[in-house]
């Protein structure tokens, strides 16, 4: 894949540029087969694009003679990047040491984009000027503290970048994250996922120092389990608070495709769980409910793990059905199911309805049900859908006028919407527009 290099002197934000980017992207710091070890590479998706972000990481300070030290990390960097950013440091200028810098640069044929950061606010937007005379035509003000325009840079970014995401991310692993509350099972079922049996592929850094990562293959399929680092230790002290784990599971959450909420099932379904479960669907995620310690109910009472399940769905009547699977970390009951399930739910939650049923939907709802009026003779039309997006799967209604829409009726396209797609466990947007 392309390369991308984040370069520049000591102290003008590389790294926290390099974290700010890595961070909100959904990235996975991978190691890169055949290049150096001593940096850090991570994986960036951006508008339908990917490439590998690395940080020159171990820069010498300004006292260190310039070109042995300095010049050799970027002789490195050229060789293997594409597209280079120069930061700068927009409230120092421009110091001699930038333009040593630019000028190796300008030499080397690569996309260089200069990044004049620290420029906290738009008034300060004239700090970027000085940039312009290092000679290159992309020059953009950010902020990687305050996170402004680092869309924009990124844009400049991808637009020198070949790599389309969508073939590699089919194979790509699945992403899930294990989440829940504190001594529900989740160490215990990622011990039982992770068996013998099966290889683990690497244990990887992920985009936080504490966090760690395990890739797994089961059946020829990779999964990706997220933030392992606190289900490998069996000790947790903090961690225990239920604060805490909410905060560790969001940040988890947020670079999943699936997530696996266990519950306790001598616990039933509790606020907290509740509440977890609708921040999977607010973040887009597929999700997946395991009713763990299945093996703690009295045996031989059928009706009563039947009544089980019906309360726990009745509870999480808002997630579209999600999958509820009843596991022992225990017996292993139910467990290799896991991997199944969670692989159906990502690929429920990639799919694309063709228009043309979508359409017929339409039809449907127009002919026969009641649609929202203004009360006073108006109602409301709608004249064509189209998905705009997957992962979550969104649509955009067309209509004559989208005031007309009320939450009930929104709630009915949706489950209409669930039921074409089959999206249990699956998040659904809608979007009204009015048509032209
Ligand atoms: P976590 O805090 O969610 O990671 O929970 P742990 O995996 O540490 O499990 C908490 C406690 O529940 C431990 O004592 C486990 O042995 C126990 N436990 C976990 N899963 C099961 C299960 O399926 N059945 C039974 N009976 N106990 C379990």
Request: glycine share 6%; hydrophobic share 40%; charged share 30%.
């Amino acid at each position: 894949g392309d390369v991308v290099a984040i370069i520049g002197r000591a102290n003008v934000g590389k790294s926290t540029l390099f974290n700010r980017i890595v961070q909100k992207r959904l990235a996975i710091v991978d190691d890169i087969p055949g290049v150096t070890r001593d940096r850090i590479y991570a994986r960036v998706e951006w508008s339908g694009k990917s490439f590998y972000l690395v940080d020159t990481g171990g820069f010498p300070n300004d006292d260190e003679p310039l070109l042995d030290a300095v010049g050799r990390q970027i002789a490195r960097a050229i060789e293997e990047a594409n597209v280079i950013i120069l930061v700068i440091d927009g409230r120092e200028g421009i110091l001699p040491q930038d333009e040593k810098i630019a000028e190796i640069l300008r030499k080397s044929n690569r996309k260089v984009i200069v990044a004049v950061n620290k420029v906290d606010e738009p008034m300060h937007e004239h700090l970027i000027y000085d940039a312009y005379k290092l000679g290159f035509e992309d020059v953009v003000g950010v902020s990687a503290e305050h996170n402004r325009n680092i869309s924009n840079l990124l844009d400049i970014v991808v637009a020198h970048v070949d790599e389309e995401t969508v073939e590699e991310d089919e194979d790509d692993a699945i992403k899930i994250a294990i989440v829940g509350r504190p001594n529900v099972g989740k160490s215990s079922i990622f011990n039982a996922l992770i068996g013998e049996e099966r290889a683990i592929v690497s244990d990887i850094p992920g985009t936080t120092r504490d966090s760690i990562d395990t890739v797994i293959t089961y059946e020829g399929k990779k999964y990706l389990l997220i933030d392992t680092a606190g289900l490998r230790k069996k000790s947790r002290l903090k961690d225990d608070i239920e604060f805490y784990s909410l905060l560790r599971a969001e940040r988890s959450m947020d670079r999943a495709d699936v997530v696996l909420l266990v519950i306790d099932v001598t616990e039933a379904v509790t606020e907290q769980d509740k509440r977890i479960a609708g921040m999977v669907f607010e973040k887009g995620k597929g999700l997946v409910v395991a009713l763990n310690k299945w093996d703690l109910l009295p045996e031989g009472q059928p009706k009563l793990g039947d009544s089980i399940i019906k309360f726990a769905k009745e509870q999480l009547y808002f997630t579209n059905d999600a999958p509820v699977i009843t596991t022992s970390a225990l017996s292993k009951r139910n467990i290799l199911k896991i991997f199944d399930v969670c692989n159906e739910i990502y690929t429920l939650r990639q799919t694309r309805i063709p228009t043309s049923i979508l359409n017929r939907m339409v039809r449907d709802i127009v002919s026969f049900q009641r649609l929202p009026s203004d009360g006073k003779g108006r109602f409301l039309n709608i004249y064509y859908v189209t998905q705009v997006e997957t992962a979550p799967p969104s649509f955009v209604f067309f209509v004559n006028d989208q005031n007309l829409v009320d939450k009930p009726f929104e709630r009915k396209i949706i489950n209409e919407l669930v039921k074409v797609g089959n999206f249990r466990g699956v998040p659904v947007r809608v979007f009204w527009k009015n048509r032209r």
